[in-house]
């Protein structure tokens, strides 16, 4: 068999998959709203329906509910990377303490902070608005 070639076997085994990501294959998902066609007036536009840009629309609202927010998304909501995680939520927002240390030492302490902040956050809203998303904080491993 030629490198990267599956058998008959392996590709008959998967001949029914579909490439979606497990946290949107979910029979009871509400189904995509319609187009936006023509005109649209709104206080704020976010674009991007990823974690930054559903974050960026709730706190928007929060922070003045008679503020008009309007989030689009070029393809699904959480269809991308946002959408592709492993499921889990880190504090750290430089991918791993001795990556942040090495790009920015003099700023660690308060991308640390921040980091912390940003998941205590999450939670909060998880909490807030009774997301059904078995949120847990359990804590983490590295592994070499």
Not at 32 to 60: F, K, Q, R
Not at 93 to 112: C, F, M, Q, S, Y
Not at 114 to 134: K, M, P, Q, S, T
Request: charge should be negative; include cysteine.
């Amino acid at each position: 068999m030629a490198p990267g070639a599956m058998s008959t076997a392996a590709a008959q085994s998967i001949a029914g998959a579909k490439p979606v990501s497990y946290w949107l294959d979910d029979p009871a998902k509400p189904d995509a709203l319609p187009a936006l066609t023509g005109d649209e007036h709104t206080d704020l536009l976010v674009i991007g329906g990823g974690y930054s840009g559903l974050w960026t629309a709730l706190i928007a609202k929060e922070r003045d509910p008679d503020r008009d927010v309007v989030l689009i998304e070029g393809h699904e909501v959480g269809w991308a990377a946002s959408g592709r995680n492993g499921g889990f939520c880190a504090a750290s927002l430089t991918h791993g303490l001795a990556n942040g240390v090495e790009r920015w030492p003099d700023d660690i302490a308060k991308l640390e902070e921040l980091g912390e902040r940003n998941l205590d956050a999450i939670e909060a809203a998880v909490a807030r608005y009774g997301i059904d998303c078995e949120f847990e904080r359990t804590g983490e491993i590295d592994v070499a």
